[in-house]
């Protein structure tokens, strides 16, 4: 699986992005989906996950209400819609494939994609 996140940009405190992770190959729908974050200087965190089927979605509290996540299978692509941003949410965004299920710890995770950019301005 090969996955290419997009949508990435900068935008202003309580603006809007939604960015996309669009995955080849047949066996998308298989597949947990994660979005993760990483900051300058930090570790990459768990951002939001979604079951295979779309049913089924976490999120890190920090996004929570924020944040929402979804699938199109048929479209092997994978969506984070982010509203009301913070200048903390400012971050190289990866989106990462599982076969297991969603899980916080990036080691569960099996295929990267290679990050977009997203910053917020104060």
């Known amino acids: 699986v090969q996955l290419q996140a997009s949508g990435g940009g900068l935008v202003q405190a309580g603006g809007s992005l939604r960015l996309s992770c669009a995955a080849s190959g047949r066996t998308f729908s298989t597949y947990a989906m994660g979005w993760f974050r990483q900051a300058p200087g930090k570790e990459r965190e768990f951002v939001s996950g979604?079951?295979?089927?779309?049913?089924?979605?976490r999120f890190t509290d920090s996004v929570k209400g924020r944040f929402t996540i979804s699938r199109d299978n048929a479209k092997n692509t994978v969506y984070l819609q982010m509203n009301s941003l913070k200048t903390e949410d400012t971050a190289v965004y990866y989106c990462?494939?599982?076969?297991?299920?969603?899980?916080?710890?990036?080691?569960?995770?099996?295929?990267w994609g290679q990050g977009t950019q997203v910053t917020v301005s104060s």
């Open positions: 990462a494939a599982s076969r297991r299920g969603i899980y916080s710890d990036r080691a569960f995770y099996d295929y």
């Open positions: 979604i079951n295979p089927s779309g049913s089924v979605s």
